[in-house]
């Protein structure tokens, strides 16, 4: 565990005195207050009067944020360490493999993190002016953290299967919008596909945190997903040994 | 108790896909030793020595260092290693002293440990004007220096070293030469080198490795006297043995022959010869002015002393 904590460090350190940092946080910054003053604006949002909450800024996050922010803060993480060969001296530390990969995934959700906490002056908007619902947000923040997991453990299984960090970008973005758009292509199949695809699909148990519910099948989704792309990356890992 | 063998390879084999890397080498360093591991490019170096390291597993065989298996007891086997792989990997985004010092804690350090080391290996590595410098800043030869610190830093009872001297300028091939020997001491060495000099200079023994095989195994001085300026040859003549022996050992540039019986009245000779004199003209003028019947002569194509050229001629070459 102390290993993965250092090794998240570092990452963080690194990230947080690059340009890299910065250029994200503005778009992300810029995006997500786009959003969130079109949902709140009454002369945009029709007939409906403006509600407190960040609901649209939620949905418009998992859809048009996400799927780009997660390969592009994960994908330097695994594909540098082996275009420098570092991961050979990471590697032959007496740590172990899981513990790179924890560390690197640990990492990850901290710059995720440190974005959504600047949407905090969201809410803090919002309750000058309205009334939230603190339970909604609570749920709407937990599942965008739960959907960011997932969306960063696939974004590190790209960077480990590359040296190359822009490969590694275009490969999980990939992954990404397939899986965003699973749940509407899942109309296009008729019968019990059509359900079973749109099980799969990440949006599919996302919209229940976004309406205040936390179902537990949803929670289980999001974490397993995470577990499964974590264990194959931990996996391609080991198996770049043996080649 | 015999003295604790520190690092030793039990019949490791490599393939590379079909590929064949290294060929079951055995050899055993103690406590203390600085072993070279020399051999030509391509000759299987890295990759044992990535075997000894744990960054990937043998085909077969094994790899212990300070008794424990490098697959099976992977993470006690690497705590006692320092290591510099050939491409002296480095974050070049970090500063000379947060790098050691991640290297470090990787390496199972307390931070307080780390403090308390990094004046003693900066000073050694002689790093001490680029403490805060970021290591993209630095030129190849400090960068090689860092590479060692990071080896060092963890005070690892043994150290292996991938051609710690390539790619830097003279003056500091000879400096990091320098180093390497005042590190020695307490630590268990290997290092591989396509240099033969480098050897002599800094190793108790050497291994020579050529196409994933080891081919020799010897003290840098024996092997230097064995090989140096030798040619062999070998002859099959039909006559009376002890006559034909006295003769050839009369041939100028001839220091030895040694015969082995190859049929009814006939032997095979082999002769040792100074290297560049090429004796065979002499050597059948002489058998058949003496009417006896040379049926054969062959300038012996010993891989050893093919290598050995080669790795003399390399050396030629870079300076
Ligand atoms: N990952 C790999 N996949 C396939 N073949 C490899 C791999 N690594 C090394 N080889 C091959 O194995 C052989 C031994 O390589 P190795 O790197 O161990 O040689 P070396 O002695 O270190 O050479 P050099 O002096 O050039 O560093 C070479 O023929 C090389 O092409
Ligand atoms: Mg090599």
Redesign the pocket.
């Known amino acids: 565990m102390r290993n993965t904590w250092l090794i998240a460090w570092k990452e963080i350190r690194v990230f947080f005195t690059s340009p890299m940092a910065y250029v994200v946080g503005f778009i992300f910054v810029g995006l997500t207050g786009y959003f969130f003053v079109r949902s709140v604006d009454s002369a945009l949002s029709g007939p409906n009067f403006p509600e407190a909450s960040l609901r649209h800024l939620f949905s418009q996050m998992s859809i048009f944020i996400i799927p780009w922010l997660a390969p592009v803060l994960t994908m330097r993480l695994l594909a540098e360490e082996q275009k420098i060969g570092t991961l050979e001296l990471l590697l032959t530390a007496p740590v172990r493999d899981w513990e790179v990969v924890m560390g690197k995934f640990v990492a990850s959700m901290t710059f995720f993190l440190g974005g959504l906490a600047l949407t905090l002056w969201y809410v803090l908007m919002l309750s000058w002016r309205g009334n939230p619902d603190p339970g909604t947000l609570a749920s709407g923040y937990l599942g965008i953290i739960l959907y960011g997991s997932t969306a960063m453990a696939i974004g590190l299984l790209a960077s480990s299967f590359t040296s190359n960090q822009i490969v590694s970008a275009v490969v999980s973005l990939g992954i990404l919008v397939l899986l965003t758009f699973l749940e509407v292509g899942a109309d296009q199949v008729g019968g019990v596909a059509s359900t079973v695809v749109a099980q799969l699909g990440i949006t599919t148990h996302f919209g229940d945190f976004v309406r205040g519910v936390i179902d537990s099948s949803n929670v289980v989704y999001y974490l397993s997903v995470t577990g499964v792309f974590l264990f194959l990356t931990v996996r391609n890992l080991e198996t770049r040994r043996w ?1 | 108790m015999a003295i604790r063998a520190m690092i030793e390879a039990r019949n490791l084999t ?1 393939y ?2 079909s ?1 064949l ?2 060929e079951k080498v055995n050899f055993v360093i103690k406590k203390g030793e600085i072993l070279g591991f020399l ?12 075997i000894l390291t744990g960054f ?1 597993p043998p085909t077969s065989g094994e790899a212990l260092v300070a008794g424990y298996d490098l697959v099976g007891q992977s993470i006690e086997a690497r705590a006692h290693i320092g290591y510099l792989p ?1 491409t002296v990997p480095l974050y070049t985004e970090m500063t000379v002293k947060e790098y050691l010092s991640f290297m470090g804690r990787l390496r199972g350090m307390k931070s307080g440990q780390v403090r308390e080391r990094l004046g003693y290996v900066i000073e050694a590595c002689r790093l001490e004007d680029y403490y805060d410098t970021f290591i993209g800043k630095l030129s190849k030869g400090f960068r090689q220096r860092v590479g060692i610190a990071q080896a060092i830093i963890h005070e690892p009872d043994v150290l292996i070293l ?2 710690p001297t ?1 790619g830097i300028d003279p003056i500091q091939v000879v400096e990091t030469r320098q180093l390497i020997k005042d590190l020695a001491g307490g630590h268990t060495v290997i290092l ?1 080198t ?1 240099i033969l000099p480098e050897v002599s200079m800094l190793c108790d023994r050497v291994l020579i ?1 050529h196409e ?1 095989k080891i081919v020799a195994e010897d003290t840098p001085d024996d092997l230097g006297t064995k090989l140096a300026g030798v040619d062999r040859v070998e002859a099959e003549v039909e006559g009376p043995r002890s006559q034909i022996l006295e003769v050839l050992k009369k041939i100028r540039g001839i220091i030895d022959v040694t015969s082995r019986p190859a049929g009814k009245n006939r032997n095979v000779y082999r002769i040792q010869a100074k290297q560049g004199l090429d004796l065979r003209p002499t050597i059948s003028r002489t058998i058949v002015n003496n009417n006896w019947a040379l049926l054969n002569i062959q300038l012996l194509s010993m891989s050893l002393e093919e290598i050995f050229l080669k790795l003399t001629t390399e050396e030629d070459l870079r300076t």
């Open positions: 080649r | 490599k590379y896909g590929f890397a290294v051999g030509p490019n391509g000759a299987g170096k890295t990759t044992t020595m990535r990937i050939e991938d051609e390539v591989s396509h490795i994933g």
